[in-house]
């Protein structure tokens, strides 16, 4: 476990000296600062438009930070030769595996929370602004509690990205890594039409096939509850519970299939 | 580098950002361009396809297509008579938005106002506008106000008194919704319709959270005032004709003593008076210009 910690604090020390979380920060920081500025063009529209905004802010950029260094936390080691020196330590492959993940989805953590804070202050400046009356057309509260609700499923969404991008990143160059991840992160949006396919087709074979692909590819749209908690409508724990522990469940997997395909790699 | 040679860096820096900001203003006053756009552009029209484009970003893209609804809307009624094709975007505009969030209630509504509204103010498409409340019926099915503004479409702008009423009974019965629904719905079916039951439904949709709703139903009670007021100016002008000879003028009522003064409509603008038939109308100075046509009586 120590060694896990290690490794984890390690990487997160070593992604806060690398600047583009940072400036990733500061963007999206900028942007939804901006988009009260946007919010001026629309017809009362402008705390939806803001909270639509400062949630896709914190997707777009938590999936950059994911995907451009998560497909380098495996890979970076073997280029820079340094995989030889860690492994020498006391620190077995699957915790240099585990401490690299957990490393990382600190990170995110520490970014989203930043991101998160930065949109209710923008919320509830304009929450403070408004008449009670402008307000009674607002679907949901302006900092409105329920909106975490999006940013935990955004969080497991990323989670679930990152061990995506560490898994291509043991076996694959950083490229192909980041196409691959971004690759699945597209199917996976488009996952939940693989379980609608006997609609379309009568071939039994192409209706198992989907339905493999259904089950085996990242059910990604699954996440995306954005839509609802803006608008106000009821997203429930039982659903919140059962798409984070499908997460971690598909997170388990993919760290436990690249553990196996890290310590059979040979770097001699 | 040191400090002082820093701070010259800037210095020169901050001159030459200045001056190119001095040289583009000079530029935009010797040669003024034409930013106006010359087309408007829609790329992608089909909503079922953007939203698998824009992944889980629905939601943003669905703000984005409403901002250029407002703005599509808002540029073609300032634009004047002149604009070719007027408001020809707005409802793939809408529709696009409320495919891309379904629970865009703003853009239903505003759909339900303006694209049934005739020129100046809207297309005069009120198909368009039950096309999209039917699409938001479907979403949010238990909204009593999308079946209220299907009812309301059809009697202010397709004079179908019977659809009407079976969309406000279709409203009555939705959760919440307020109690006036099923006696106006019988009143229709009853006696057709007339300018009371347009004024008591103007008056509901101006009790709208929604500035720019209150807005458009406040002018709609004010051109109703002006109606009224059109119609007691025409029965006074009948009773006291112009002696044989002259024409109708606000001047010769005033002169005879018929009015006090120059008429004005609920706006301060001076109504105008026909000199050949005595007909009075809104000017076409007014705010209120060009007044609604009115919903028929039924025989």
């Given at each position: 476990?120590r060694?896990?910690?290690?490794?984890?604090i390690?990487?997160?020390?070593?992604?806060?000296?690398?600047?583009?979380?940072?400036?990733?920060?500061l963007f999206s920081?900028?942007?939804?600062?901006?988009?009260y500025?946007?919010?001026?063009?629309?017809?009362?529209?402008?705390v939806k438009?803001?909270?639509?905004?400062?949630?896709?802010?914190?997707?777009?950029?938590?999936?950059?930070?994911?995907?451009?260094i998560?497909?380098?936390?495996?890979?970076?080691?073997?280029?820079?030769?340094?995989?030889?020196?860690?492994?020498?330590?006391?620190?077995?492959?699957?915790?240099?595996?585990?401490?690299?993940y957990?490393?990382?989805?600190?990170?995110?953590?520490?970014?989203?929370?930043?991101?998160?804070?930065?949109?209710?202050?923008?919320?509830?400046?304009?929450?403070?602004?408004?008449?009670?009356?402008?307000?009674?057309?607002?679907d949901?509260?302006?900092p409105?509690p329920?909106?975490?609700?999006a940013?935990?499923?955004?969080?497991?969404e990323?989670m679930?990205?990152?061990?995506?991008?560490?898994?291509?990143s043991?076996?694959s160059?950083?490229?192909?890594?980041?196409v691959?991840?971004?690759?699945?992160?597209?199917?996976?949006?488009?996952?939940?039409?693989?379980?609608n396919?006997?609609?379309?087709?009568?071939?039994?074979?192409?209706?198992?096939?989907?339905?493999?692909?259904?089950?085996?590819?990242?059910?990604l749209?699954?996440f995306?509850?954005?839509?609802?908690?803006?608008?106000g409508?009821?997203?429930?724990?039982?659903?919140?519970?059962?798409?984070?522990?499908?997460?971690?469940?598909?997170?388990?997997a993919?760290?436990?299939v690249?553990?196996?395909?890290?310590?059979?790699?040979d770097f001699? | 580098?040191?400090?002082?040679?820093g701070?010259?860096?800037?210095?020169?820096?901050?001159?030459?950002f200045g001056?190119?900001?001095?040289?583009?203003?000079?530029?935009d006053?010797s040669?003024?361009r034409?930013?106006?756009?010359?087309?408007?552009?829609?790329y992608?029209?089909?909503?079922?396809?953007?939203?698998r484009?824009?992944?889980?970003?629905?939601?943003?893209?669905?703000?984005v297509?409403?901002?250029?609804a407002i703005q599509?809307?808002?540029?073609?009624?300032?634009s004047?008579?002149?604009?070719?094709?007027?408001?020809?975007?707005l409802?793939?505009?809408?529709d696009l938005?409320t495919?891309?969030?379904?629970?865009?209630?703003?853009?239903?509504?505003f759909?339900a106002?303006?694209?049934?509204?005739?020129?100046?103010?809207?297309?005069?498409?009120?198909?368009?506008?039950?096309?999209?409340?039917?699409?938001?019926?479907?979403?949010?099915?238990?909204k009593?106000?999308y079946?209220?503004?299907?009812?309301?479409v059809?009697?202010?702008?397709?004079?179908?008194?019977?659809?009407?009423?079976?969309?406000?009974?279709?409203?009555a019965?939705?959760?919440?919704a307020?109690?006036?629904?099923?006696?106006?719905?019988?009143?229709?079916?009853?006696?057709?319709?007339?300018?009371?039951?347009?004024?008591?439904?103007?008056?509901?949709?101006?009790?709208?959270?929604?500035?720019?709703?209150?807005?458009?139903?406040?002018?709609?009670?004010?051109?109703?005032?002006a109606?009224?007021?059109?119609?007691?100016?025409?029965?006074?002008?009948?009773?006291f004709?112009?002696?044989?000879?002259?024409?109708?003028?606000?001047?010769?009522?005033?002169g005879?003593?018929?009015?006090?003064?120059?008429?004005f409509?609920?706006?301060g603008?001076?109504?105008?008076?026909d000199?050949?038939t005595?007909?009075?109308s809104?000017?076409?100075?007014?705010?209120?210009?060009?007044?609604?046509?009115?919903p028929?009586?039924l025989?």
């Amino acid at each position: 476990m120590r060694a896990i910690s290690t490794v984890a604090i390690n990487v997160f020390r070593e992604s806060v000296r690398d600047r583009v979380p940072y400036n990733l920060v500061l963007f999206s920081v900028l942007l939804i600062a901006s988009s009260y500025l946007l919010g001026q063009l629309t017809a009362g529209q402008d705390v939806k438009i803001v909270k639509d905004l400062g949630l896709a802010a914190i997707s777009v950029f938590g999936l950059f930070i994911a995907i451009f260094i998560g497909i380098g936390l495996v890979s970076k080691e073997v280029e820079r030769r340094s995989i030889y020196a860690l492994l020498s330590k006391p620190v077995s492959r699957s915790q240099f595996i585990a401490g690299k993940y957990l490393g990382l989805v600190l990170t995110l953590a520490v970014n989203i929370t930043v991101m998160v804070v930065a949109l209710y202050i923008v919320l509830g400046y304009l929450s403070w602004q408004e008449t009670a009356e402008y307000k009674a057309v607002w679907d949901a509260p302006g900092p409105d509690p329920a909106m975490l609700k999006a940013v935990f499923l955004i969080f497991v969404e990323l989670m679930l990205v990152t061990a995506l991008a560490l898994f291509f990143s043991t076996f694959s160059t950083p490229m192909l890594s980041a196409v691959l991840t971004f690759g699945l992160y597209v199917a996976g949006h488009f996952n939940s039409d693989l379980k609608n396919f006997d609609k379309v087709v009568n071939s039994q074979a192409a209706i198992w096939l989907s339905r493999g692909m259904y089950h085996v590819l990242p059910d990604l749209s699954a996440f995306d509850v954005k839509t609802e908690v803006v608008h106000g409508l009821p997203v429930t724990m039982g659903y919140l519970a059962s798409t984070a522990a499908y997460g971690l469940a598909y997170v388990a997997a993919l760290l436990l299939v690249a553990t196996f395909i890290f310590s059979r790699r040979d770097f001699k | 580098m040191n400090p002082r040679r820093g701070v010259i860096v800037l210095v020169l820096a901050a001159a030459a950002f200045g001056g190119a900001i001095a040289l583009q203003m000079a530029r935009d006053r010797s040669y003024p361009r034409d930013d106006r756009q010359k087309e408007q552009i829609l790329y992608v029209r089909s909503g079922a396809a953007l939203k698998r484009m824009t992944l889980a970003f629905n939601a943003l893209a669905a703000d984005v297509y409403w901002i250029r609804a407002i703005q599509h809307y808002g540029g073609d009624r300032l634009s004047g008579p002149q604009a070719a094709a007027k408001y020809q975007l707005l409802y793939p505009l809408l529709d696009l938005t409320t495919t891309l969030d379904p629970y865009f209630n703003i853009a239903y509504r505003f759909g339900a106002i303006f694209l049934s509204e005739g020129y100046p103010g809207g297309p005069g498409r009120p198909d368009q506008s039950v096309a999209l409340l039917r699409k938001a019926i479907v979403a949010m099915p238990h909204k009593w106000q999308y079946y209220h503004d299907i009812g309301f479409v059809y009697y202010w702008r397709l004079r179908d008194y019977q659809t009407a009423a079976l969309w406000f009974q279709r409203a009555a019965i939705q959760p919440n919704a307020p109690n006036w629904l099923n006696p106006l719905a019988a009143s229709m079916l009853v006696r057709g319709q007339d300018r009371t039951a347009a004024r008591f439904l103007w008056q509901q949709i101006a009790k709208s959270e929604e500035p720019w709703l209150r807005r458009t139903a406040e002018r709609a009670l004010l051109q109703l005032q002006a109606l009224d007021q059109v119609e007691q100016l025409e029965a006074v002008i009948k009773r006291f004709p112009p002696a044989a000879g002259e024409s109708y003028s606000w001047t010769g009522l005033v002169g005879r003593h018929v009015l006090v003064r120059v008429p004005f409509d609920p706006v301060g603008t001076p109504y105008e008076i026909d000199p050949a038939t005595g007909r009075v109308s809104v000017s076409e100075q007014s705010p209120l210009f060009p007044m609604p046509e009115e919903p028929r009586r039924l025989p």
